[in-house]
């Protein structure tokens, strides 16, 4: 669906990442988690087309004037990569946005039991924040939160108070172990003998890591991606990505919008 | 109170394109609206006039690797390499929808060789709920996807021989703005046997990511749409108009109602709505409501009036 929101907060949480909250009918609201939206940043030619964000939140909040009830509400986190996010970041409280969806497959919260690992870099933590509040109503999650420095690490805080335990690693050391994140999943799939479900969202090397360990581990795990596209809906054909038999005789590319972003990770060609 | 103003008759907003009756001139451009089905549900695919299907060959293919597309200041290029299902899977899987949807439906399609682009003909042309074929004769993004017959007179002139022979749906050819003179691959194509033109398709053009020091799409070189070609599109259309007879699908750039009808007045009979597509899926349906409102507000009585009637 398409509507017009109002910002209700727009707030740098580390440098260059920015989370904005803004109004949203209940049918958005009712986003599952892994869902995205595709936002028209203003109503000019350039930037042109919409950006796509993952949803980080959603909600309701009661608006202050007396005799409110409670309105539902939409969050996204992003990074200021372009011309489209830089706007966006100087947007305020009550400016309106443009916005279509929920749009996408979003995440298999599977079975109850089992451990889940979550693993999220930088602004790929960005759905996986809904997504653990609804895992932890029936398992037990732990995150594994990676990024180049501290300022990689969004929204630790959010997560905890979930109750999850949180693990931090940065290639600068500047936050929690010193290096990349995967080796403290290593060491919490060795204790759980494998047995666990695996989320993950991050830069391609972080995933195409998380998929190597999937693979080697035989642990069910799902990746969202991201995908340079137009429209969002199925139309554009931009944002594909290459399925696991693709190759140049026999092409599978599947469509990240429609068909993901969350794809299991063995359904995916990933890199030697 | 009583109402002063005198209500205002409903404009006559229907064209005839090559024998079809459209309920108005705004049709969406191939490979920006799907196959229809993708949209319904942000469209009423019965308040357009007609929609154009992604361009569809014999064989189901998978397009070009990515990055696929980019964008530039005013639009985008594209290189998506003609990805589609095929016409096998296009009857099997999509022609079912068209049936229960009461607006045309044009199938795009090309080849790789005139037999390939006549067998298509053949095929669509025995596809009751295919209204009319849109020749592809100008995609910029794969070696065999038409261009080639599109930037030479005399190969366009046999495509459109070979379609003609063996279909008797309204035939409209899609131009390429890539060439010296449009004008003389349009006379080429109305001399051949089109029943219309469809023009412009993209514009051959490249980014570049200086830092990287490569080009940022993974075919190089991609098809430029959106806002930022409509100049030249207004152009070509007005140039075309005035040297052949037959009718005009004015395509680039159309954002909203305004652009539709600038088209209109430099010599289209219809229009086709791409890029705004993307950006609003529900564009399409929203130019056509605010080209009947201008039509009101100006006192217009029927949109056919408008067309070509450009005063110079």
Redesign the interface.
């Known amino acids: 669906m398409?509507f017009t929101a109002m910002i209700l907060s727009n707030i740098e949480v580390s440098p260059g990442y920015w989370r904005m909250r803004m109004t949203a009918p209940p049918e958005c609201a009712a986003a599952r988690p892994g869902q995205f939206v595709m936002v028209?940043v203003n109503g000019a030619?350039?930037?042109?087309?919409?950006r796509p964000f993952g949803i980080f939140d959603v909600g309701t909040y009661t608006p202050v004037q007396s005799g409110a009830v409670p309105q539902p509400y939409l969050e996204m986190l992003y990074r200021v990569v372009g011309k489209g996010t830089a706007m966006l970041s100087t947007l305020h409280g009550s400016d309106l946005l443009d916005v279509?969806g929920p749009l996408g497959k979003g995440f298999d919260l599977a079975a109850a039991e089992e451990e889940k690992l979550i693993v999220g870099g930088g602004v790929g933590l960005a759905p996986l924040y809904l997504l653990a509040k609804e895992l932890v109503k029936g398992s037990k999650v732990r995150l594994f939160a990676g990024g180049r420095t501290r300022d990689d690490i969004l929204c630790i805080t959010e997560f905890e108070r979930l109750g999850i335990e949180c693990y931090t690693a940065t290639e600068d050391g500047s936050l929690g172990e010193c290096g990349l994140v995967t080796e403290a999943l290593l060491r919490r799939l060795k204790l759980l003998r494998g047995r666990a479900t695996m989320y993950a969202c991050g830069p391609h090397g972080m995933l195409n890591a998380v998929a190597g360990i999937a693979a080697e581990h035989s642990i069910p795990c799902q990746v969202s991606l991201e995908g340079?596209?137009?429209?969002g809906?199925?139309?554009?054909?931009?944002?594909?990505?290459q399925g696991h038999s693709h190759s140049a005789d026999n092409?599978?590319?599947r469509c990240v919008c429609t068909e993901g972003p969350v794809f299991e990770s063995g359904e995916l060609k990933w890199g030697e | 109170m009583k109402s002063t103003i005198k209500p205002a008759t409903k404009p006559d907003m229907t064209v005839n394109l090559a024998g079809m009756k459209l309920r108005n001139p705004v049709m969406t451009a191939s490979g920006t609206f799907g196959y229809g089905e993708e949209f319904a549900q942000y469209v009423d695919l019965e308040s357009i006039g007609a929609f154009v299907t992604k361009g569809l060959s014999l064989k189901p293919r998978a397009g070009n690797p990515t990055p696929r597309i980019v964008e530039t200041p005013g639009g985008m290029l594209n290189a998506i390499g003609l990805q589609n299902v095929g016409i096998d899977a296009f009857i099997a899987k999509k022609v079912p929808f068209l049936r229960s949807v009461d607006t045309p439906a044009i199938a795009n399609f090309f080849g790789s060789n005139i037999d390939e682009y006549a067998e298509m003909a053949r095929r669509l042309d025995k596809i009751s709920e295919v209204a009319a074929l849109e020749v592809n004769i100008s995609c910029p993004n794969v070696k065999q996807g038409g261009i080639v017959f599109g930037t030479d007179p005399e190969c366009a002139a046999s495509v459109v021989s070979a379609c003609r022979a063996v279909t008797n749906k309204p035939l409209i050819v899609k131009l390429s703005p890539n060439v010296t003179d449009v004008v003389v691959m349009a006379r080429a194509c109305e001399d051949a046997g089109a029943d219309a033109l469809s023009l412009i398709n993209t514009l051959t053009g490249m980014a570049i990511d200086l830092n990287r020091r490569r080009p940022i799409l993974a075919n190089i070189t991609g098809g430029f749409s959106g806002p930022a070609i409509k100049p030249i599109a207004l152009r070509m259309v007005w140039q075309v108009a005035k040297a052949v007879k037959l009718p005009i699908v004015g395509i680039g750039g159309i954002m909203n109602a305004t652009d539709a009808l600038e088209f209109m007045l430099a010599g289209a009979t219809a229009v086709q709505v791409g890029t705004a597509s993307f950006i609003n899926p529900g564009a399409a349906q929203r130019i056509a409501e605010d080209m009947e409102a201008w039509l009101v507000a100006n006192g217009v009585a029927d949109i056919k009036s408008l067309i070509g009637a450009l005063e110079t």
């Open positions: 398409q028209r030619i350039d930037p042109l087309l919409r279509l340079y596209m137009a429209c809906v199925g139309a554009c054909l931009g944002c594909v990505t092409p599978d590319y």
